[in-house]
């Protein structure tokens, strides 16, 4: 049981727009920054947004993150096939762990 | 560029020990907190561990105790001693850099498998 609640899976037609929400708590989310993570099938996670909603170097602007309380949500417009993967959301909890939902894979129709 | 190296994986019997490693480069290894994260086959990630530049240490609940992270600033390398191993340690382990102020680990490793199994 993951400490952050994602939905399991999402889909969307190609050029859609979906969005994945992530819940937490006041002792993680609520007071922390929100990163989201993309791990295509086979490889390594990589950084999708940090800090709530900015982007790292070489992050299409199709990909955004926003915060609001004790959840967050990762946004994907224009949507491609390159986009089918799991997406994680992470934080910090009070005691200095990191803390990661149970990830949401998406599905590109 | 930033690369996270991870070795060390493999199949060890339940009980047993296994030291993880991660060679890292193309940054300056000690201004930085580093993590131990795990993943399951066909599971999410499951955080393990955190060593800050200076040697603090955290450990989640399921391996306290049992792991212990460490790292070597001149070799720029990361450790993660294993003891007491059990099948639910089954997983690849990926290391991971956080980056800047905002919390995010910015760059991770390729993996390494751990198969725990008699």
């Known amino acids: 049981q993951s400490v952050l609640t994602q939905p399991p899976s999402v889909s969307a037609a190609p050029g859609q727009k979906v969005t994945i929400s992530c819940s937490g708590s006041?002792?993680?989310?609520?007071?922390?920054?929100v990163s989201w993570y993309q791990q295509l099938p086979g490889t390594a996670p990589k950084l999708l947004i940090y800090g709530n909603n900015k982007r790292p170097s070489g992050i299409p602007d199709r990909f955004s993150g926003s915060k609001s309380g004790t959840s967050a949500t990762l946004g994907i417009t224009g949507l491609q096939t390159g986009d089918e993967a799991d997406y994680y959301c992470g934080t910090w909890d009070t005691s200095l762990h990191v803390v990661f939902g149970g990830g949401t894979k998406l599905t590109v129709l | 560029e930033v690369q996270l190296v991870e070795s060390g994986g493999g199949l060890v019997q339940p009980g047993g020990s296994l030291r993880l490693s991660c060679a890292a480069s193309?940054?300056?290894?000690?201004?930085?907190?580093m993590h131990w994260v795990r993943q399951a086959t066909g599971k999410g990630l499951e955080w393990v561990s955190t060593?800050?530049?200076?040697?603090?240490?955290y450990y989640s609940g399921s391996v306290k105790g049992r792991f212990t992270i460490s790292r070597e600033n001149a070799k720029n390398s990361l450790y993660l001693q294993m003891n007491s191993l059990r099948a639910g340690d089954t997983a690849v382990y990926y290391c991971a850099r956080l980056g800047g102020t905002w919390g995010a680990l910015d760059s991770w490793g390729q993996g390494t498998l751990v198969t725990v199994s008699s």
């Open positions: 060593i800050g530049p200076h040697g603090d240490t």
């Open positions: 006041s002792s993680n989310i609520g007071n922390n920054y």
């Open positions: 193309g940054f300056i290894f000690n201004n930085y907190d």
